[in-house]
């Protein structure tokens, strides 16, 4: 909760009759966010996809929130400068700290580049809650998959400030998962996932 921010626009947080302990109870798992970092291309959102659809045919509640369809809307006046980005990774903490209240398991699949911005999320959730995923990738074999073709723009300078090309990835220095994409299948992966996720007491 920001105390500034409610103290200047006089808001109060209204906390209702159901706790976030009565939905986990309900759902039968804890809310989380597994948080999947990497280079655009680098399979986060392959892999986020495949938890989801395992985590689904268990009867839990989860949601995938992707870097491009958040784009269409919740981020859609958002550039891709360094600004532009703090701001669209804060507005996702906001909403996957709500998704987490709800009990639900919520995936996220952004490349989320900065250390600051990613920790900046996880300091708004409790211990055990932020789950942070690496899916490690060369820019050169991230390149090979692109089916968009926005690498080979980013190299000739039509997209701007494109991560890995024209603007820096700072990897995390301590996952709480590491996945080496170039090495591992994505089914391989995802039940590395779903064991980190159990290990953890979320399901």
Known sequence: M???VAKKNNITWFNGHVSRLDREKLNGHKGAVIWFTGLSAS???TIAHLVEKELHC???????????NIRHGLGSDLTFSSRDRKENIRRIGELVKLFVDA?????????SPYRRDRQKVRSLLEKGQFIEIYVEC???????????GIYEKAKAGIIKNFTGISAPYEPPTRPDLKIQSHREKPSAAAKRVIALIQEEGIV
């Open 2 to 4: 920001n105390t500034a």
């Open 43 to 45: 399979g986060k959102s």
């Open 58 to 68: 268990r009867g839990h509640l989860t949601y995938v929130l992707d870097g491009d």
């Open 103 to 111: 009990g639900i398991i919520v995936l996220t699949a952004f490349i």
């Open 138 to 148: 060369p820019g050169v074999v991230c390149a090979m998959r692109d089916q968009k």
